[in-house]
């Protein structure tokens, strides 16, 4: 009885066999860049020092998405261009308000920033005795609100993040526990770096309770809205 | 998942080892420097 469908060949025949198509197609073309690219890429192909299909071209090909996703135009932040649960993991369901944090152009985050290198530069150097406040917990209160954007937008063009939505209370909490077991265990006690304040977590968490309620609460107020989300869903649409 | 393939997992892999390290990163600059 006679076998269905294409007989079996074994690999290394269908290679050559490949091969050979490609060496025979680059020959009918008469001249040009179609004939030299379809030559080069079968010399490629057949020199490669670990054989088609290898581990290495493939690796190589990742590692320039990253880098291209980490350097590209602030347009491939667009949802098309991020659909979600491509490669995300799906750690999260995208919401259906997404578009509506703006990251570094967050209202939130720019006025925490202003406040932030405000202390740091005019408050801080003006003051003639140690002030608790102003030295230490103003600074641990903006964390949350000044880092999580950053964050989030890293996270956003890697792909890890579905949407554009304001920043969800889990990872809050997440980078909150992060950031004080780094801080305020880790810091002082291996990098003998900074203190173990119990307060400051306290400050961590205040200060992430607080961006929280402007993140989410705050967008039906308009003049917290963030100027970016209207230009992504125009270009959306 | 979209795609259980290899590729997917390692791109993800991939994906999760570039934010921790852009994780480590940012702590320590902002440790020494803030």
Same mark, same amino acid.
């Given at each position: 009885?006679?076998?269905?469908?294409?007989?079996?060949?074994?690999?290394?025949?269908?290679?050559? !066999?490949?091969?050979?198509?490609?060496?025979?197609?680059?020959?009918?073309?008469?001249?040009?860049?179609?004939?030299?690219?379809? =030559?080069?890429?079968?010399?490629?192909?057949?020199?490669?020092?670990?054989?088609? $299909?290898?581990?290495?071209?493939?690796?190589?090909?990742?590692?320039?998405?990253?880098?291209?996703?980490? +350097?590209?135009?602030?347009?491939?932040?667009?949802?098309?261009?991020?659909? !979600?649960?491509?490669? =995300? $993991?799906?750690?999260?369901?995208? @919401?259906?308000?997404? #578009? !509506?944090? #703006?990251?570094?152009?967050?209202?939130?985050?720019?006025? !925490?920033?202003?406040?932030?290198?405000?202390?740091?530069?005019?408050?801080?150097?003006?003051? @003639?005795?140690?002030?608790?406040?102003?030295?230490?917990?103003?600074?641990? +209160?903006?964390?949350?609100?000044?880092?999580?954007?950053?964050?989030?937008?890293?996270?956003?063009?890697? #792909?890890?993040?579905?949407?554009?939505?304001?920043?969800?209370?889990?990872?809050?909490?997440?980078? =909150?526990?992060?950031?004080?077991?780094?801080?305020?265990?880790?810091?002082?006690?291996?990098?003998?770096?900074?203190?173990?304040?119990?307060?400051?977590?306290?400050?961590?968490?205040?200060?992430?309770?607080?961006?929280?309620?402007?993140?989410?609460? $705050?967008?039906?107020?308009?003049?917290?809205?963030?100027?970016?989300?209207?230009?992504?869903? =125009?270009?959306?649409? | 998942?979209?795609?259980?393939?290899?590729?997917?997992?390692?791109?993800?892999?991939?994906?999760?080892? &570039? &934010?921790?390290?852009?994780? &480590?990163?940012?702590?320590?600059?902002?440790?020494? &420097?803030?």
């Amino acid at each position: 009885m006679p076998a269905r469908g294409y007989p079996k060949i074994p690999r290394e025949q269908r290679d050559e !066999s490949n091969l050979g198509r490609i060496e025979a197609r680059a020959t009918s073309v008469p001249a040009g860049v179609c004939k030299e690219r379809a =030559t080069k890429s079968s010399v490629q192909i057949r020199r490669h020092p670990l054989g088609p $299909g290898s581990f290495g071209p493939g690796a190589a090909s990742l590692a320039r998405h990253v880098a291209l996703q980490l +350097c590209s135009s602030p347009g491939s932040l667009l949802r098309a261009k991020n659909p !979600s649960g491509a490669a =995300t $993991g799906n750690f999260c369901i995208a @919401s259906k308000e997404a #578009g !509506s944090f #703006g990251y570094w152009r967050d209202p939130v985050f720019l006025l !925490s920033f202003v406040i932030y290198a405000f202390n740091r530069e005019v408050i801080k150097p003006s003051l @003639s005795a140690y002030s608790p406040f102003f030295h230490g917990h103003l600074d641990d +209160c903006l964390l949350v609100p000044v880092a999580l954007p950053v964050f989030l937008l890293v996270y956003r063009r890697l #792909g890890l993040r579905p949407d554009d939505a304001p920043p969800r209370w889990w990872e809050i909490a997440l980078h =909150t526990a992060v950031w004080s077991f780094f801080y305020k265990w880790f810091g002082p006690m291996v990098l003998h770096h900074g203190v173990a304040d119990m307060v400051d977590v306290v400050c961590f968490a205040g200060g992430g309770a607080g961006a929280w309620m402007f993140w989410n609460w $705050g967008s039906k107020l308009k003049w917290l809205r963030a100027p970016a989300a209207a230009v992504t869903m =125009t270009e959306l649409s | 998942m979209p795609d259980g393939g290899a590729g997917y997992w390692l791109m993800l892999g991939l994906k999760m080892i &570039a &934010a921790m390290g852009f994780m &480590a990163v940012a702590d320590l600059i902002m440790l020494y &420097a803030c």
